[in-house]
């Protein structure tokens, strides 16, 4: 069973999703303020956080930081419906992705499943390590690097990193990204893809200052690599 924190003040749907979601192979622990919640989510590693904005004692965004600055846990932030500025706020702190209420619960399922996904791999698949450049990840520990620094990256984070290294300089179009790496089809209205390109991007040139994803505008976006490069692959 995966191991899911639903941190949300409302009790009622609590209980249903606790209910619900343990039909279909979770185990939930709930907490129903941020400032506690968020502590509960750094105590033990889960599968996945459900962390609502709205709350008593620490709002979503707040709790949010404190996880991201120890953790890079799964978390599906629960934003209100038509809040489109929630959900760009929670993707540029660092939300894997989110759902507006009210939702469906198979639709909160669905969105579970596809994060969880991300981040595991088929016993009969290969170990892969692929090195471009002074980038260097491997799929097995789930672990990249540039340069001698590692980099402390979220699942789609990683599956966004990944999905680019395995076509480095070649542009990789915004269909195959969300259809890959968020495990929906692409909309055009939804800025999660973008938000998550601008946190890994960021994150690439933290120490460098350099530009290596590039933006192809109205098409996707590419790994920029050296002239004299070759693909290394294990």
């Not at 979220?154 to 300089?169: I, K, Q």
Request: hydrophobic share 40%; with cysteine.
């Amino acid at each position: 069973m995966d191991d899911i924190l639903l941190i949300d003040d409302d009790v009622e749907l609590c209980s249903m999703l606790t209910e619900y979601l343990g039909k279909n192979g979770f185990r939930v622990t709930t907490a129903h303020r941020g400032d506690t919640g968020y502590k509960v989510a750094l105590q033990r590693p889960w599968s996945m956080v459900l962390l609502d904005v709205m709350l008593p004692g620490m709002d979503g965004f707040d709790a949010l930081r404190r996880i991201r600055a120890e953790s890079t846990v799964n978390v599906l932030l629960l934003t209100a419906r038509g809040e489109d500025v929630d959900r760009i706020v929670g993707l540029e702190i660092g939300a894997d992705d989110y759902l507006p209420k009210p939702f469906n619960p198979r639709e909160l399922l669905a969105r579970m499943r596809a994060v969880l996904r991300r981040n595991r791999i088929s016993p009969d698949s290969p170990a892969t390590v692929l090195r471009v450049d002074d980038l260097e990840l491997d799929s097995a520990a789930r672990r990249a690097r540039k340069g001698d620094a590692n980099l402390e990256l979220t699942d789609v984070e990683f599956g966004l990193l990944e999905t680019l290294m395995r076509s480095p300089g070649k542009v990789v179009d915004r269909e195959e990204l969300s259809r890959t790496v968020l495990g929906r089809q692409f909309d055009p209205f939804d800025r999660s893809l973008d938000m998550h390109v601008s946190r890994l991007r960021k994150k690439l040139a933290k120490d460098g200052g350099d530009d290596s994803v590039r933006t192809i505008r109205g098409v996707g976006y590419q790994l920029v690599v050296d002239r004299n490069f070759t693909r290394e692959e294990d």
